[in-house]
């Protein structure tokens, strides 16, 4: 069984609601990290009395989940139609090839 590990670094006040739509795809295993980026704007320019300060890296979320390929294209659908503001900063997915799976617990592999 062919797997994909598939990242998303969303904001985090989307998390619930991509982790949702996720688990109504019957995505429930994954990892959560509080990371910090910045995407093609280079953070954020914020104006306060007349003083610009650019903020460089902005707080996101970045979400791991290994999945099966024929889970792939569900998983993004979820996580587009979830993580969507319409604005810059929304995010991003990455999808990447995943050697082998191993659970600890049983002999389980996934490759
Ligand atoms: N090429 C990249 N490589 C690694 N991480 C990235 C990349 N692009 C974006 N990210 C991560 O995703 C976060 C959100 O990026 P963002 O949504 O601003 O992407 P964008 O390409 O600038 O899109 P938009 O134009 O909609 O803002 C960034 O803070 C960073 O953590
Ligand atoms: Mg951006």
């Not at 979820?78 to 604005?87: M, Q, V």
């Not at 997915?93 to 389980?108: D, S, W």
């Given at each position: 069984?062919?797997?994909?590990?598939?990242?998303?670094?969303?904001?985090?006040?989307?998390?619930?609601?991509?982790?949702?739509a996720l688990?109504?795809?019957?995505?429930?295993?994954?990892?959560?990290?509080?990371?910090?980026?910045?995407?093609?704007?280079?953070?954020?320019?914020?104006?306060?009395?007349?003083?610009?300060?650019?903020?460089?890296?902005?707080?996101?979320?970045?979400?791991?989940?290994?999945?099966?390929?024929?889970?792939?294209?569900?998983?993004?659908?979820a996580?587009?139609?979830?993580?969507?503001?319409?604005?810059?900063?929304?995010?991003?997915?990455?999808?990447?090839?995943?050697?082998?799976?191993?659970?600890?617990?049983?002999?389980?592999?996934?490759?």
């Amino acid at each position: 069984m062919a797997v994909k590990m598939i990242q998303a670094v969303i904001r985090p006040e989307k998390l619930d609601g991509v982790m949702n739509a996720l688990e109504e795809k019957g995505l429930v295993a994954l990892t959560v990290t509080n990371v910090r980026g910045r995407g093609e704007q280079r953070g954020i320019a914020l104006e306060f009395r007349g003083m610009v300060t650019r903020v460089e890296l902005l707080p996101k979320v970045k979400i791991e989940l290994v999945v099966r390929d024929d889970e792939v294209d569900p998983a993004i659908q979820a996580i587009r139609a979830s993580a969507k503001t319409g604005n810059i900063g929304d995010g991003k997915i990455f999808v990447l090839p995943v050697e082998m799976v191993g659970k600890v617990r049983t002999e389980e592999v996934w490759r």
